[in-house]
């Protein structure tokens, strides 16, 4: 038998079996639109990237990512090499949103499982942008990961690990508020220098910085609501030194975006972030797609127009802009395809 043209990778237990589920209801549809397509489903951290690696270079020219954030991440690793590049630039990566967050697609507006299998196989598809984060592994190697969505420093590097205990009644939003009240309470602020491409140093003590090419994070929190995913920027947000009061009181506005009006959050526009502990016995952890698979110190970039993705709601809406988020470095230089960062150690 060929090898497959449309490669379909799905976690099982993602959004606690309605991955499952959905792939169940949606295979039909999928195999009477695509004549050679296969179904591979995960089975454990990391294994989607494999899956995805492997579909690739057996010349599959689009893969489908069935799940939730952490899922499509771990499919677009797969396109990624270790210097941050699309190695496969002539394929396409289709999403279909059905896990516990589901961020990315939020910003495209609302939709349904059935919409997004629609747009998968109509298409088109469109050029977006993704980010790449050169960081220290938990071993301590360097490790280059790609992120669609967003990547964050500081406390959310906790909540990750706490949404995984989250009981199971709970629903997104309210698994990610008890998880991030739960980290907020353990969470010390750390000191840490962030330079732009501009490549003016900001020492902070730092709560939370956060690197959006999407808008939403952490179950629909409206974390950067004038992001775009293809307009070749990231999207930064950082917070610090106010205390876990005022930064409960920052949480509970951020689910409408009103947390932009408060004077100790801090906005910019930029290509390029680098960020590195003071202290190089701190550990500041990474989140990428709500994942955690690092430490500071790391670089940050965007890939501009680096994939060609299909899902319902691209390509994506201009934001309302509040003129908040003020470009850095060269505003008016066209974004290039691929700038790579710096790591700092």
């Given at each position: 038998?060929?090898?497959p043209?449309?490669?379909?990778?799905?976690n099982?237990?993602?959004?606690?079996?309605?991955?499952?589920?959905?792939?169940?209801?949606?295979?039909?549809?999928?195999?009477?639109?695509?004549?050679?397509?296969?179904?591979?489903?995960t089975?454990?951290?990391g294994?989607?990237?494999?899956?995805?690696?492997?579909?690739?270079?057996?010349?599959?020219?689009?893969?489908?990512?069935?799940?939730?954030?952490?899922?499509?991440?771990?499919?677009l690793?797969?396109?990624?090499?270790?210097?941050?590049?699309n190695l496969?630039?002539?394929?396409?990566?289709?999403?279909?949103?059905?896990?516990?967050g589901?961020?990315?697609?939020?910003?495209?507006?609302?939709?349904?499982?059935?919409?997004?299998?629609?747009?998968v196989?109509?298409?088109?598809?469109?050029?977006?942008?993704?980010?790449?984060?050169?960081?220290?592994?938990?071993d301590g190697?360097?490790?280059t990961?790609?992120?669609?969505?967003?990547?964050?420093?500081?406390v959310?590097?906790?909540?990750?690990?706490?949404?995984?205990r989250a009981p199971?009644?709970?629903?997104?939003a309210?698994?990610?508020?008890?998880?991030?009240?739960?980290?907020?309470?353990?969470?010390?602020?750390?000191?840490?220098?962030?330079?732009?491409?501009?490549?003016?140093?900001?020492?902070?003590?730092?709560?939370?910085?956060?690197?959006?090419?999407?808008?939403?994070?952490?179950?629909g929190?409206?974390?950067?609501?004038?992001?775009r995913?293809?307009?070749g920027?990231?999207?930064?947000?950082?917070?610090?030194?106010?205390?876990?009061?005022?930064?409960l009181?920052?949480?509970?506005?951020?689910?409408v975006?009103?947390?932009?009006?408060?004077?100790?959050v801090?906005?910019?526009?930029?290509?390029?972030?680098?960020?590195?502990?003071?202290?190089?016995r701190?550990?500041?952890?990474?989140?990428?797609?709500?994942?955690?698979?690092?430490?500071?110190?790391?670089?940050?970039?965007?890939?501009?127009?680096?994939?060609?993705?299909?899902?319902?709601?691209?390509?994506?809406?201009?934001?309302?802009?509040t003129g908040?988020?003020?470009?850095?470095?060269n505003?008016?230089?066209?974004?290039?395809?691929?700038?790579?960062?710096?790591?700092?150690?």
């Amino acid at each position: 038998m060929s090898n497959p043209d449309v490669v379909c990778i799905f976690n099982p237990v993602s959004g606690g079996g309605k991955t499952r589920k959905c792939v169940a209801t949606a295979r039909p549809v999928l195999e009477a639109a695509f004549e050679n397509i296969e179904f591979r489903a995960t089975e454990g951290p990391g294994h989607a990237t494999m899956l995805a690696r492997a579909a690739l270079e057996q010349g599959a020219s689009l893969v489908i990512a069935f799940g939730g954030d952490g899922t499509t991440n771990e499919v677009l690793a797969g396109f990624v090499g270790d210097d941050g590049a699309n190695l496969f630039p002539g394929a396409e990566l289709a999403i279909v949103a059905t896990g516990t967050g589901s961020d990315f697609v939020r910003h495209l507006g609302p939709t349904t499982v059935e919409a997004q299998v629609r747009a998968v196989i109509d298409g088109p598809s469109h050029p977006v942008d993704y980010g790449v984060a050169q960081m220290v592994s938990s071993d301590g190697q360097p490790l280059t990961r790609p992120f669609l969505n967003e990547a964050s420093v500081g406390v959310s590097g906790l909540v990750g690990k706490y949404v995984q205990r989250a009981p199971r009644m709970f629903g997104p939003a309210a698994s990610y508020v008890w998880s991030s009240v739960r980290s907020i309470s353990e969470h010390r602020d750390k000191g840490v220098t962030l330079l732009l491409e501009d490549d003016v140093p900001i020492r902070i003590p730092l709560t939370l910085a956060v690197f959006a090419n999407g808008q939403y994070f952490g179950g629909g929190m409206w974390i950067a609501p004038e992001a775009r995913c293809d307009d070749g920027w990231l999207d930064v947000l950082y917070t610090g030194g106010s205390g876990k009061a005022h930064f409960l009181s920052l949480l509970a506005r951020v689910f409408v975006g009103k947390h932009l009006t408060s004077s100790s959050v801090r906005t910019a526009r930029s290509r390029t972030v680098r960020m590195v502990p003071d202290d190089d016995r701190d550990v500041v952890l990474i989140a990428l797609d709500g994942e955690q698979p690092g430490r500071l110190p790391a670089t940050f970039h965007i890939v501009h127009h680096g994939i060609r993705v299909r899902a319902h709601g691209l390509p994506a809406r201009d934001p309302v802009s509040t003129g908040l988020f003020k470009p850095v470095g060269n505003a008016d230089e066209e974004p290039t395809p691929v700038h790579v960062g710096r790591l700092l150690h």
